[in-house]
């Protein structure tokens, strides 16, 4: 079972997306894709939102999602979320352990 939680990040101005880009020029986002059982970590940019910043967070199980969440860089996080101001909107999604249906796939062109 793998869990993905979506993050979406906003603030005024380009905050969000500062603070993505200090996510990943501070070595934080490598740092956090290291940790055992993550699956994913990337942020990606909604074309009509240009004040969001969405992060796609994949993780094995709870148990890893507990431990990042126990981690001394979650104070890194925070205090970076503070320094730009952010508010969270937050999904989380279990994975489906069947994979895509096949009526589905045929739509998937890979």
């Known amino acids: 079972m793998g869990?993905?939680?979506?993050?979406?990040?906003?603030?005024?101005?380009?905050n969000a997306r500062r603070f993505a880009q200090e996510m990943e020029s501070s070595g934080i986002a490598d740092a956090i894709r290291g940790e055992e059982g993550n699956l994913r970590y990337d942020y990606f940019f909604p074309m009509s939102d240009p004040q969001t910043v969405l992060l796609i967070d994949a993780w094995k199980d709870q148990q890893a999602i507990d431990r990042h969440h126990a981690s001394p860089?979650?104070?890194?996080?925070?205090?970076?979320?503070?320094?730009?101001?952010?508010?969270?909107?937050?999904?989380?999604?279990?994975?489906?352990?069947?994979?895509?249906?096949?009526?589905?796939s045929r739509f998937i062109r890979e």
């Open 3 to 14: 869990i993905v939680v979506n993050i979406y990040y906003t603030g005024t101005g380009e």
């Open 73 to 104: 860089m979650m104070e890194s996080i925070i205090k970076l979320r503070e320094k730009y101001g952010l508010h969270m909107k937050v999904e989380r999604y279990i994975s489906d352990e069947g994979g895509i249906p096949e009526e589905d």
